[in-house]
């Protein structure tokens, strides 16, 4: 794996189901936000279909694999239901993540460190039938080791600690969340494994993440999506496209 390769971008279209799931009717359509995400320069379309179904949908997922062009990061937590439904459309990535029915968001990473059985036997099939296996955790070194004796082949840091101490003006723990994301990008590399970066990204905390060469992907959708009210959807996104690959042109030129 290089460390020169492109800066990937799943766009992470959850919210534009949210939107359309208030009022119960057809719009705005996960779809169609897709197809706009991947003309404006997405590489990847991300979504979670959670157990409770509180934005995407099963028709979504059904119709997002049949139309998109660029590959489909299917993030769903580890249970049977979701692991069927997986083996049944076999997206190119399957990303496990923890949920809880309560929470507003995904709150932190998955346990992986105590559930390594489980999760080895869950993982196993999702691999034979060809998608490629991620593990969202926090930059933990426990988690990331863990995620690799399991077999995963993509490691997705989460990025929500870094991103509500930057927002919150806790500049302290901004850094060291930021530390932390650095140097597990690094040890997870260095295990063979690819890293991925996600949650709570904005145009203000993009470039320091962008700025780790280890890191190969972000995935980002809150943001982008309420960004899209104001300046429209392809905008929005290439503007997030634009910073990510300035930032790396900048790394290439400092060699
Ligand atoms: N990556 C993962 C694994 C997620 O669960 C989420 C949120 O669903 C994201 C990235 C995107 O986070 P946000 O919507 O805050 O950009």
Redesign the pocket.
Known sequence: MSLSEKLRLGV?I??VATVRNARGGDTPDPLRAAKLAEEAGADGI?A?LREDRRHISDADIDRLMDALSVPLNF?MAATDEMQKIALRHKPHAV?I?PEKREER??EGGLEVAREENKLAHFIAPLREVGCRVSI?IAADKRQIEAAHRIGAQVI?LHS?AYCDAHHEGRLDDRDRELEALREMSRFGHSLGLEVHV????TYDTVKPVAAFPEVREL??????IGEAIFRGLQPAIAEMRRLMDEERAELKAAG
């Open positions: 992470n959850d919210h991300t979670h993030e990303c993540v968001t995904t969202f997705e929500g996600g949650h709570g990204l995935n980002i959708g809150h943001f982008i």
